[in-house]
Structure formats: structure tokens, C-alpha cells
């Protein structure tokens, strides 16, 4: 009945993009755990690697803003990766309607998801899918990056990135952080709101293309003297120039302090944007209100 001798399998969480993800408890340490079981062998190829990237990523990666990787081994024919259960994640939080989510809980969750990015930076990692789902909550209200599947090393040799991924997706949580935020404490734009946090985020395109226009829209198009390098891109092409909506208007009731964080992160050009170092440092997480303490984070019922 035992798996590997050691889980107790519990009920299924969820399914994922490479198999069923179930909760179980391990009976070595009584903890809660939740187990993915990778389906081996029936799938195309990319999957096993994907799940051997992903154990060798998280094995590197020890922190408590990435989620941790207990145990990894095959079974019947399935490969099963352990991790510590967590209790939601950022997306059920910001789709909530019954959370209120005040500056000091958007800091907060701001900081923890910069934290753990930190972490992979530090080692040469891109995450490559941050978004709100792969943004695990545990019962502390400890925020976790999770989903390392789609995650590369830097510079590592082999494939080259696939380049339309990095630009946007990053870019998006952050969005979807500070819209909530904008409209949330705006009583006017309510309705907006809740269709915007009912999975209708801010910027989401239905194709790259797409995405990259209703980005333009908003960020303006990328000028050469704003991003030297912009024309050298691979599958550059060029865009009827837009000029870029101020921050203000974006999130009017933002902080100062958030608007100016935001305008440095969206910057188009890397070598001129911030980086998460730089942004932790960013007066945005000293000034008031201070990150709300995670034990103190709002959490779905
Ligand atoms: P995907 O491949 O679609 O990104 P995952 O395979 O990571 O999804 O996870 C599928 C589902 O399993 C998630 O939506 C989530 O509900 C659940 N889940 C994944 N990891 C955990 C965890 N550590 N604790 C609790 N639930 C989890």
C-alpha cells in the first residue's frame, strides 16, 4: 500500500502537464508531502528530461523561497518527485475575490518571489515560467517558486533559448501583482477588477505576436536609443512606434515608490534594467508599509 515503502498515498491534487500530481504523507518524517508522478517512456522525448532537469535544479537549489525537492525515484515505471506539500498558491490568492490584498501583502509576496528568483540568478538558472500558479504557498504563508521544468541554466551548451519566452512571461506576474493592486483599492473600477483577477490578466496576448502587441501598447514600442541591441534579435522585425502609457496611468493608485520599481523592471533593454539584487534593494520594500509578515499573509478559506 505504501509507495517506495515510505508514502501513503492521499487524494490527487491536480494534474499537470506530465502527470498526476497526489497528496500523500511520508511516513519517515509525518509530514505532508505531495508527489508528482511523471509518466516514463509512453511520452515524447523532451519529458524525461524535463523531469531530470527539473531534479538536478532543485537539487542546487536549496532556499525557502524554492520549493524543496525531498525525494526523487522510480516506480512502476513512473518516475515520482516528492515535494513539501503547500497549501495554495499566488494565483488562487489574487483570483480570490473574498482577499483583500493591502500594499503591505503585495510587498510582501513581491519580496518572497524576488527572493527566490535571487536564489536562481545567483546560480545561473532562469526560471523561464514565472507566473502566478508556479508560485506556491505553504501554510506559513511562505511563498515558494515552484515548476522547474521549463527552467535552463545560463549559457549552458545545447539548444539555444527558444527567445520568445523570456521577454514577456517574466514581465507578467508583476503586472498581474500591480493591476490587483491598482484596482483593488480603486472602488470604481471593481468590475474591471474581478474579470481582470478572473483569469483575464492585464497583458495576456493569444499568441506571441499578440502578447507582444498589447505589451507595446501599454510599454510603448522599444526605441533604438533605449535598447541599442534591439535590432540584432533574432526574428526582429519592426513595429509601428507607439509611445509608452505613463506608469501613473497604468496603476494610478500605486505608490510612488512601486511605480518607480515597475518602470525599472519593465525596462526593455537588460543590459540597463535592474536586476533582482538591485530590486530587493529598491526603497519600494523599506519605505511604509512594510512586507506584511507571511504568518500574517491573507490565504484563501
Ligand atoms: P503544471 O505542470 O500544470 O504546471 P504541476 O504538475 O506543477 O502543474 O502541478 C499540478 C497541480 O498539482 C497544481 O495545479 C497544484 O494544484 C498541485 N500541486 C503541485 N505541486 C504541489 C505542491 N507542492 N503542494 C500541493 N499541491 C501541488
Redesign the pocket.
Known amino acids: 500500500k505504501k509507495v517506495a515503502d515510505r508514502y501513503l498515498k492521499r487524494e490527487i491534487?491536480?494534474?499537470?502537464?506530465?502527470?498526476?500530481?497526489y497528496?500523500a504523507i511520508d511516513t519517515k518524517t509525518g509530514q505532508t508531502?505531495?508527489i508528482?508522478k511523471i509518466r516514463l517512456g509512453k511520452q515524447k522525448e523532451g519529458v524525461n528530461f524535463t523531469a531530470l532537469r527539473e531534479i538536478k535544479l532543485l537539487k542546487e537549489l536549496k532556499d525557502p523561497n524554492i520549493?524543496e525537492l525531498i525525494d526523487a525515484f522510480p516506480h512502476k515505471g513512473n518516475l515520482h518527485l516528492v515535494?513539501?506539500?503547500?497549501?495554495?498558491?499566488l494565483e488562487a490568492v489574487i483570483r480570490d475575490p473574498n482577499i483583500f490584498l493591502s500594499p503591505g501583502d503585495i510587498k510582501s509576496y513581491f519580496q518572497m518571489t524576488l527572493k527566490g528568483l535571487l536564489v536562481c540568478h545567483k546560480k545561473w538558472v532562469l526560471h523561464r515560467?514565472m507566473k502566478p500558479?508556479?508560485l506556491?504557498i505553504g501554510s506559513n504563508g511562505q511563498l515558494?517558486l515552484?515548476?522547474f521544468?521549463l527552467a535552463r541554466i545560463f549559457g549552458s551548451p545545447g539548444r539555444k533559448f527558444t527567445h520568445q519566452v523570456s521577454v514577456h512571461v517574466q514581465a507578467f506576474f508583476i503586472q498581474r501583482i500591480c493591476i490587483s493592486k491598482c484596482i483593488r483599492s480603486d472602488a470604481e473600477m471593481m468590475d474591471k477588477s474581478s474579470s481582470l483577477l478572473n483569469r483575464r490578466p492585464f497583458l495576456q496576448g493569444d499568441s506571441d505576436i499578440d502578447q507582444l502587441g498589447k505589451i507595446f501598447q501599454k510599454l510603448g514600442t522599444p526605441t533604438p536609443s533605449q535598447w541599442p541591441d534591439l535590432e540584432w534579435l533574432p526574428d526582429f522585425v519592426e513595429y509601428s512606434s507607439q509611445t509608452a502609457q505613463p506608469w501613473r496611468k497604468l496603476c494610478p493608485t500605486a505608490s510612488d515608490d512601486a511605480l518607480d520599481l515597475l518602470s525599472k523592471l519593465f525596462t526593455y533593454d537588460p543590459k540597463t534594467r535592474i536586476t533582482v539584487q538591485q530590486a530587493l534593494e529598491h526603497r519600494y520594500f523599506t519605505s511604509v508599509p512594510l512586507p506584511t509578515d507571511p504568518a500574517k499573509l491573507p490565504r484563501p478559506a
Not at 83 to 89: I, L, R
Open positions: 491534487l491536480g494534474e499537470g502537464t506530465y502527470g498526476v500530481v497528496k508531502v505531495a508528482k520549493i515535494f513539501e506539500f503547500m497549501e495554495t498558491d515560467d500558479n508556479n506556491l515558494k515552484a515548476d521544468g
